[in-house]
Nanobody, 122 residues
Framework: QVQLVESGGGLVQPGGSLRLSCAAS????????MGWSRQAVGWYRQAAGKQRELVASVTKGGSTNYADSVKGRFTISRDNAKNTVHLQMNSLKPEDTAVYYC?????????WGQGTQVTVSS
């Protein structure tokens, strides 16, 4: 079974930066079977009282896509050899406050991790 573990969240002032990391752990076969090493992976977020949304994704080849709300501020990257994906978040705004998760894109329902809390507040 594959586990997705997110880290790097925290409390930051508006205009600040954070770098989130996600690691997929499990056997090579299980990671391949769930799609992590074959398809796009993404960062999602869920703010209190709102639905989870995809904020950024990156294909195996490195092509990226971003939600309009984070374009120009967030950068997603992945390391295929290490089965990791990162999200560099700059110029953070209070509306970026949420729990951030990683998963494949589209997401696998069985693989959501605990997420990492990002709070943007002065």
């Amino acid at each position: 079974q594959v586990q997705l573990v997110e880290s790097g969240g925290g409390l930051v002032q508006p205009g600040g930066s954070l770098r989130l990391s996600c690691a997929a752990s499990g056997s090579m076969f299980s990671i391949y079977a769930m799609g992590w090493s074959r398809q796009a992976v993404g960062w999602y977020r869920q703010a209190a009282g709102k639905q989870r949304e995809l904020v950024a994704s990156v294909t195996k080849g490195g092509s990226t896509n971003y939600a309009d709300s984070v374009k120009g501020r967030f950068t997603i990257s992945r390391d295929n050899a290490k089965n990791t994906v990162h999200l560099q978040m700059n110029s953070l705004k209070p509306e970026d406050t949420a729990v951030y998760y990683c998963n494949t894109a589209p997401p696998g329902a069985d693989y959501w991790g605990q997420g990492t809390q990002v709070t943007v507040s002065s």
